[in-house]
């Protein structure tokens, strides 16, 4: 399967520069995707369609499936080539440079889906068009978690309008970086809790915090207030490890939110990952013993 970066270089206009933040936005859309509990899709535009044309054309660079819901597609549509008619939402936002709302009809599926389209933004340019793509919500009315989780997405999406996100200096997340189902705490303007999702509440009791949350500052609860500090003051995601009693350790990410080039908030995820480490110490300890044995057969030799 073509990356990215190939699949850009050979059908996009995009400069390198775009793709790194294209690559970037891919490397962590994973968060995007839970938090909205849908599919997400990154389109951008064939090189040598001119956007005052009939029928413009854009190839989908990326596809990721939410692991908070189902997913609606089961097949891969990376490197696929659809036109104007095929997703006139994209297009629309691609030329005014809006956030879009819509259905769509889907051959594959033979249903209508419930579109979302998001105008990625870098250097002053649009490079493409970031997609959610789920089912229109038919049945009970949402939770408290499901609200504030896509409102959320919300936010980071005009983040990616206004080119706030990704981040310029993130590095991808790596496979012990939390997620959103292991743990979740929002920020307020002033850094203050108003929301904690029920993972979240288990984190903070494995590392000792039982104490109320709504409205209290991390460095209250001894989480050490550097994390949120940094996070607010460079406007840049922070992840730290605190360990607690015996063998007990939690990884805390604090991602801020922007909004009209100001932290707005943040949102701070939290992962257990004391088996993790104590995997570590004993592989750790095996190297050593091995290596304790090599020692002892080359001195006998």
């Known amino acids: ?32 995707a839970d938090l909205c509990f849908a599919d997400l899709l990154l389109f951008a535009p064939v090189a040598g369609d001119g956007v005052e044309s009939d029928e413009d054309r854009f190839v989908i660079l990326g596809q990721i499936r939410p692991t908070t819901s189902q997913t609606l597609y089961r097949s891969d549509w990376v490197g696929v080539t659809v036109t104007e008619g095929d997703r006139p939402q994209v297009a629309r936002s691609y030329r005014r440079d809006e956030l879009i709302e819509g259905e769509l009809d889907v051959a594959a599926l033979r249903e209508r889906v419930r579109v979302q389209c998001i105008p990625v933004r870098h250097d002053g ?17 949402p939770g408290e978690l499901e609200r504030t989780y896509v409102e959320l997405f919300n936010r980071f999406a005009q983040m990616i309008s206004s080119g706030d996100f990704p981040f310029a200096d993130e590095h991808s997340r790596s496979e012990e970086n939390p997620r959103v189902g292991d743990g979740t705490i929002v920020l307020d ?66 991602i801020p939110l922007i909004e009209r080039g100001e932290v707005s908030g943040a949102l701070v995820l939290l992962r257990d990952i004391s088996e993790l ?23 006998n030799l």
């Open 1 to 32: 399967m073509p990356s990215l970066a190939d699949l850009a270089r050979a059908q996009t206009s995009l400069r390198e520069d775009d793709v790194v933040h294209l690559q970037r936005l891919v490397a962590n859309w994973g968060l995007l």
């Open 189 to 254: 303007r002033s850094g203050r809790i108003e929301f904690t999702s029920p993972n979240g509440v288990s984190a903070l009791h494995r590392i000792g915090i039982h104490a109320s949350l709504d409205g209290r500052h991390l460095a209250e609860l001894g989480l050490g207030d550097d994390i949120a500090r940094t996070a607010w003051s460079f406007a840049i995601p922070v992840t730290e490890e605190i360990e607690r009693g015996a063998g007990i350790t939690v990884v805390i990410s604090c």
């Open 277 to 299: 480490r104590r995997r570590d110490r004993l592989l750790l300890s095996k190297e050593a013993t091995i290596r304790e044995i090599h020692h002892r057969v080359k001195n």
């Open 125 to 141: 340019r649009i490079l493409g068009v970031l997609t959610r793509e789920s089912t229109p919500s038919i049945g009970r009315p």
